[in-house]
């Protein structure tokens, strides 16, 4: 059985039409996926990619028997990603520019292998074992923006300008443009990296993680997190913590995005703790 204990959502802007973020609990699987910020600017139908993404990968979840494991998951996800590409003429032009794909990371824990699944940059507790894939690029990309906000501060632009008007995403879009060619490479190269977009996803670029023990509690979450700690009201106070000693988020949190430009956080941010009961099969 899988009760839920805490759930929270918010999105980095405040606004619920905003977020990319979904969570998903049924009776043998709960998810916490994160749809990419969308760096195309295009809309579809009134969504971001992400949003698409996040939508189609619930969608499947919510279909499963529960006896499904990740790669037949994947399989099942990718088929409604390549429908979609269809349906909306995308195919060809998501195969060429890598960065206007649908994408999004995962978190999953099926109750019937007893297994946490992770792909890209989500991040869990298990019983206390904390676990966070980060990505290089991401690493990239962040420096790269903490440099360039830096050099306005170096200028003689003060936190509380920059905080109202930050331009330092738009100089790096083309960066993390750039690094969408790396989406599900090789896992031998060092910027690879695993997300679900529709196509294929290397096995060994997808974290499995064993649940043992009975009860146990389980927390999922995006990287809208800095780290996760054992009640939502400790992981939001850290979270207050980190945006109130780093709010351009280019120091002790470096990240693509601050909290400028109106925004209240520096990502969408999604918290689902759980307590998993009796073990229905062993993995």
């Known amino acids: 059985m899988i009760t839920v204990l805490e759930s929270y959502q918010c999105s980095k802007t405040g606004n619920k039409a905003d977020m990319e973020d979904v969570t998903v609990v049924t009776e043998v699987f709960a998810a916490v996926i994160d749809g990419a910020t969308n760096v195309s600017g295009r809309m579809i139908d009134g969504s971001t990619p992400g949003q698409h993404a996040s939508r189609l990968v619930v969608e499947t979840i919510q279909s499963l028997t529960g006896h499904e ?5 994947i399989q099942l996800i ?24 649908l994408s999004a990371t995962m978190v999953l824990y099926s109750h019937y292998y007893r297994r946490v699944w992770a792909i890209g940059d989500a991040q869990c507790l298990i019983s206390g074992r904390y676990f966070q894939n980060q990505k290089i690029v991401d690493q990239i990309t962040a ?21 109202e008007d930050d331009r330092s ?37 997808i ?8 009860p146990i ?11 996760l700690k054992e009640t939502l009201e ?23 995005k601050g909290v400028t430009n109106g925004r209240l956080s520096y990502d969408d941010r999604s918290y689902l703790s759980l307590l998993v009961g009796a073990q229905q099969k062993g993995g």
């Open 69 to 73: 494991v990740i790669h037949e998951i």
């Open 78 to 101: 990718n088929r409604r990603f390549i429908s979609f590409y269809k349906q909306h003429n995308m195919l060809e032009d998501v195969q060429k520019h890598p960065y206007l794909q």
């Open 143 to 163: 420096d790269a923006r903490a440099l360039l906000v830096e050099a306005e501060l170096a200028k003689g632009r003060s936190l509380g300008d920059i905080q």
């Open 169 to 205: 995403f738009e100089l790096i879009k083309p960066l993390i443009q750039s690094q969408y060619q790396f989406q599900n490479g090789h896992p031998d190269d060092p910027y690879s990296y695993s997300v679900i977009n529709g196509f294929h996803i290397h096995k060994t670029s």
């Open 207 to 214: 974290v499995e993680l064993v649940v043992q023990g009975n």
């Open 217 to 227: 509690r389980l927390i999922l979450a995006s990287d809208g997190y800095p780290k």
């Open 234 to 256: 400790e992981t939001e106070a850290f979270l207050t913590k980190c945006i109130q000693e780093d709010p351009l988020c280019i120091r002790t949190n470096k990240n693509v």
